[in-house]
């Protein structure tokens, strides 16, 4: 199949250029001040470091319908909704350096803290109800 010979030699070449994951490393390390946890242990694998890092490029620095600073908002939502504080640190800063205010991360973490909080009331009601549906049908069942 032609992706998968495709995707093949594309790794390989990734695989043997190990100067390619360091040379990105150290882009992110001027860029950023630094090298998370999850970067620096992905990029003992080039082959899957690489494409990871281009993804990530082509999600927040370049995306078609949205700008760049939105969509580091859109990821500090999620990161605060999820509670990783490292991506949470990491795409603050990001936001930061694409134009975003301070008031405007504020404002995305509490909008992004009223949705966290639905989810879980709305997961937990819906257990509750179950429990109560459950417990409903126990005791109309019961000779007592």
Known sequence: MEHDRLLAE??????KDAQAAESILEYLRERDGGVGLMLGVLSRRPGL????????????DTPRAIDPKTAELAAVAASAALMCEHCLDAHMRAARRKGATLEEIFDVLVVAGAI?????LAVAFRRFRQMEAKEDDETKGSDL
């Open 10 to 15: 594309l790794t390989a070449l990734i695989e």
């Open 49 to 60: 470091f690489v494409p990871h890092v281009l993804q990530g490029l082509q999600i927040y």
């Open 116 to 120: 966290a909080e639905s989810s879980t």
